[in-house]
């Protein structure tokens, strides 16, 4: 059964739809005005590429294609609603997310287009593109050799997305890139993009392969299946200390006075312990997240800065052990 409006169907409707028979598209969606933004800033840097979308599952652009792929859930805003709910987040829900994302795509996008892997210089500056992507990675949070654009600092991840995360601090219209990154070794890189880019300005693409299809149509699946598999994948297992001072009925928020808490909560850890500064911030926020899904509260008797303390020094010997602090490719 095809619903033509998503809009006025109940949800638990629409997540026993399949797939294959939500009628959106990308040119329905109030996403596409954004498309047009991205050609016009392509244009604008005189490049003759102007990539296509279609919706997949997550956000990437195959090797030697000039199109990229977006998560069919942001078609439609019920659809983004529910796996907002239901998984946390959803990449690329807002204009300036979505933006930052097709920037980045465009990396890929214009470094296929030109065949432009092999040039001089590139390897010598960013890295083999030939090295296998990791499963995971870990970064260094206030390194200056890379730019930062995307969240936890992609561009460390491979020397493809380094690349690209290059390409699109030097896309975005008011970067001011040449101030904000002078005196850093990813100033080099971005001087180099910018050397290429003017090359290529007004130049016919090398090659131009428009893979247009909505891969999440084939997909023998109900939408509420697809957002239980996708859950399932997001998802890492936490388990808090058992102690009386955390409760759910009363007291602070837990969320709240942990992130208030945090640069004291760090430095006073830091200097009790081994674990770095950078590490210990993504400790802090995975447990803020945790903490404000279970509604967690800090019990009114407890002395609060020592439960904090505790429960981050805790957390972060399971985060840290896990592996939890690597970024999932």
């Known amino acids: ?17 399949k797939l ?22 392509l244009q604008k840097k005189g490049l003759k590429v102007k990539p296509l979308i279609w919706g997949s599952d997550d956000w990437f652009c195959p090797d030697d294609h000039t199109s990229f792929a977006v998560p069919f859930t942001l078609f439609h805003p019920r659809l983004t609603e529910l796996e907002k709910d239901i998984c946390g987040e959803v990449e690329g829900d807002s204009r300036d997310e979505f933006l930052k994302l097709c920037r980045h795509e465009c990396g890929h996008i214009v470094d296929n287009a030109y065949l432009l892997r092999e040039i001089a210089g590139r390897v010598e500056l960013f890295g083999d593109h030939n090295q296998a992507y990791p499963q995971d990675y870990t970064f260094k949070k206030y390194s200056k050799k890379f730019v930062r654009h995307l969240s936890e600092n992609y561009a460390q991840a491979h020397p493809e997305e380094d690349w690209s995360e ?40 090398s090659r131009r392969n428009d893979f247009f299809y909505d891969h999440f149509k084939s997909l023998d699946m109900t939408f509420g299946e697809y957002l239980k598999q996708k859950k399932k994948l997001k998802s890492r297992k936490f388990k808090f200390s058992q102690l009386r001072a955390i409760n759910i009925s009363e007291g602070e928020d837990l969320s709240l006075a942990l992130k208030e808490n945090r640069k004291e909560i760090i430095d006073l850890i830091c200097s009790q312990t081994k674990i770095k500064k950078y590490d210990l911030t993504y400790v802090l926020k995975d447990l803020e997240l945790n903490a404000r899904k279970k509604g967690l509260r800090i019990n009114k008797r407890a002395k609060k800065m020592d439960v904090l303390n505790h429960l981050v020094i805790g957390h972060a010997k399971t985060f840290l052990s896990d592996g939890k602090h690597r970024i999932i490719m």
């Open 20 to 41: 294959r028979d939500l009628n959106i598209s990308f040119e329905e969606s109030g996403l596409a005005k954004n498309l047009s933004i991205l050609h016009a800033e």
């Open 166 to 205: 290059t390409f699109a601090v030097w896309l975005t219209p008011g970067s001011a890139w040449r101030s904000k990154y002078e005196g850093w070794g990813a100033l080099r890189k971005l001087n180099y993009v910018n050397s290429v880019m003017k090359q290529l300005k007004n130049k016919r693409v």
């Open 1 to 17: 059964m095809v619903f033509d409006n998503l809009s006025h169907i109940s949800t638990s409707t629409l997540l026993r739809l």
